[in-house]
C-alpha cells in the first residue's frame, strides 16, 4: 500500500518562500507521476506540479510557473519537494501530494489520474 506523508505547512507573509516535503512509501510500481494538487474550501483540487519516476520531466501549472520549483531528493523519488517562492495570498489552501501508475495516456493535470493521496498541509499566505 501507497502511502504519502505532507509536511512543511505553515504561515508566510506574501512575497515569502515555503519548502513543502512529500514522503513516498510502499510504492511497487513504475514508471510514475508524483504530483502536487491544492485545494481551497468548496473548490475542486487545483493542479499545481508533478515529477516523473526519472525526475526528468517536471510539469507546472500555469498559476505557480515561475515561481514554485519541484524537486525529488533521491533518485527512488520517496521524498519530492515543492519550494514555493514570491507566494501570494491566492496560494493560500491545503496543498496535497499525490502518485500514479503512469501510462502514456495519463493526464497528470488531472486529479482522477491519482490514485494515491496523502492528508495534506495547510498553506497560509498572509501579513
Known amino acids: 500500500q501507497v502511502q504519502l506523508v505532507e509536511s512543511g505547512g505553515g504561515l508566510v507573509q506574501p512575497g515569502g518562500s515555503l519548502r513543502l516535503s512529500c514522503v513516498v512509501s510502499?510504492?511497487?510500481?513504475?514508471?510514475?507521476?508524483i504530483g502536487w494538487f491544492r485545494q481551497a474550501p468548496g473548490k475542486d483540487r487545483e493542479f499545481v506540479s508533478a515529477?516523473?519516476?526519472?525526475?526528468?520531466?517536471?510539469?507546472y501549472g500555469d498559476s505557480v510557473k515561475g515561481r514554485f520549483t519541484i524537486s525529488s531528493a533521491n533518485t527512488k523519488n520517496t521524498v519530492v519537494d515543492l519550494q514555493m517562492n514570491n507566494q501570494k495570498a491566492e496560494d493560500t489552501d491545503v496543498y496535497y501530494c499525490a502518485d500514479t501508475l503512469y501510462r502514456s495516456q495519463t493526464d497528470i493535470r488531472r486529479e482522477c489520474s491519482y490514485d494515491y493521496w496523502g492528508q495534506g498541509t495547510q498553506v497560509t499566505v498572509s501579513s
Open positions: 510502499g510504492r511497487t510500481f513504475d514508471p510514475y507521476r
Open positions: 515529477i516523473s519516476s526519472t525526475g526528468r520531466n517536471l510539469y
